[in-house]
């Protein structure tokens, strides 16, 4: 628990501050996303920017993917050890080996650095992103099979790219020949470095006006009331253990090997500790590990959708959460284990398991799981030159398009299209358009999928349907990869009765057959001109009994599409006037036979 500082601050000077230092993280994490490189930074968001104080303690993050922001404290601490505490200004470390890091997957790159004011240290920028490339097998650095983490890609322990604001050559000459795009991985890493810059003269200009004290105590003081009102909402909970348990479908591998993801919530007073105890060991899984930081940071946010969302995500209400999660487990692996899965396949298990074990231990604040994460990524060379390397384009994309949505809670529907649970409604959805300029695949279809939103009283996210097609032209190298694929073999669960929702799927409809292939989440393939991936995106789980949701919204759903009459009737048990289903503005609920149905299905 933090120390009482007994200090006063003026409120008018702390929301100032508070809302400046909010202001100048944001400002750093939108100057990269209007500018980067990188497609999946500069078209999907997927970055993001935090501000920590001397004792790498979160001050403030921005609306950034959480597995950026919560996972900041881990790597920032790792990294201040490995300099033994001696960086300085000027410094910006560059790091993604989460085997010493324990930060995230390889495509996301840590900048670390150091805020003095006048020879003083005041704070850290923890900056993640995800990048054009990271070497390893595969264009992209995002590898389903690779056998361990130095196949998946390029592993960079904590090192200085910058040393007191110029360029380590060494560094520099290392990483960029070890990757397939180096003009765009340093047009980036200047990029960060300059929003780090003119995040840390905004904040020299804020201290300039209120002092060194002043911005500390504010600080303090935030920092101490967040982690109060989260005591006090923690305290509400009844006192117990409480279990969940979330599967993936496979480990990458092994394709019929299931993952289980398995935690105890013990709640004791005002804090509580998310035991991982009884998940499996990493040796002989792949892909589907998750670095310590990782596992806090979907843990944290189970805590923060469930919680009161005025208190602000700093270290103040992470203070009373608590992580026990074994070293060598799938939530804590050791070198030299793969983890590219772990932002989002096996995020979302971690995610979902502390999600269920929160709605047992606060019932009426439950809620069904976003639908997890599935957008098949894909990556390639095109026999293109690039006038400005000289070279042939490479390029990897993951659009987030065919995303789903949220689950339901009591009183709401899931939100439609706000993507995986992983996500947490923040990732920006890549324009159609600019996905179609900078990569051979076209999208023929997009759109909301009939059946497999999340049944209940309140009703999960629709789900998605999506088409897109191959359109390289020869000469190309193009693979797709469903690594970021979850949901095929089960679907997610929802809350308080509510069914689990329906699975997702995948298939390629190839020229001149047929019939479309199965294929498969965790898997990776070439693919070729006319060929079609389609995929079914699974909708978000639903809340309560399927039989007490008004049917005059199924009537809406029925009449828009989204739920057939034949699953009406079976799943919510909805009769409609045979009578008016001529045409679908007029379709009316034949209320007294919906009664009849619901009464007997009840009784069964």
Known sequence: MMQNINMEVDPITLSVVWNKLLTITRDMGERVYHSAQSLIMGLARDLGPVILDENCRIITQA????????VAETPARNIVDKFNGKLDPGDVVLANDSHIIQSGHLPDWTYFAPIYYEDELLFYVHFRGHQMDTGGALSGGYFPRAYDCIAEGLNIPPVKLFKRGKVNEEVRE???????????????AKLIRGSIIRGSEAITDLVDKYDLDTIRACCREIMER???????????????????????????????RPISVKVKLTVKGDAMTFDFSECPSCKGIDFVNSPLGNTYTYAYMAVFLTMDPSIPHNHGSMEAIHV????????????PATYGACACSIGCEIYEACLEA????????????????????????????????????????APFIEESGSGAAKGYDGWDGVCGSVLCGVIARGSVEENETFTPIRFNVVSLHQDIEGAGEFIGAHGTYCERECVAPPGSKTILMSGDCDGQVAGVKGAAGAPMSPHSDLFIQRPGKPDRDQWYTFDMCETFPGEILISHAAGGGGWGNPLDRDPEKIRNDVRDELISLERAEAIYGVIFDPTSLGHPERIKVDHEATEALRKAKRNI
């Open 63 to 70: 609306e950034f993917l959480p597995c950026h922001c919560l």
């Open 174 to 188: 290392i990483i960029l020949n070890n990757v397939r795009t180096p003009e765009g991985i340093w047009a980036d």
């Open 226 to 256: 967040d982690e109060k009102s989260m005591r006090a909402q923690i305290h509400e909970i009844p006192d117990g253990t409480y279990t969940g348990e979330a599967t993936c479908d496979r480990d990458g591998t092994v394709m019929d």
């Open 324 to 335: 026990i999660a074994p070293e060598g487990s799938i939530v804590n692996p050791t070198r």
């Open 358 to 397: 929160l709605g047992k231990a606060i019932p009426e604040r439950a809620m069904g799981c976003f639908n997890r994460h599935f957008s098949t990524d894909f990556s390639g060379r095109l026999p293109i030159t690039d006038p400005r390397t000289g070279r042939d384009l490479e390029y990897f994309m």
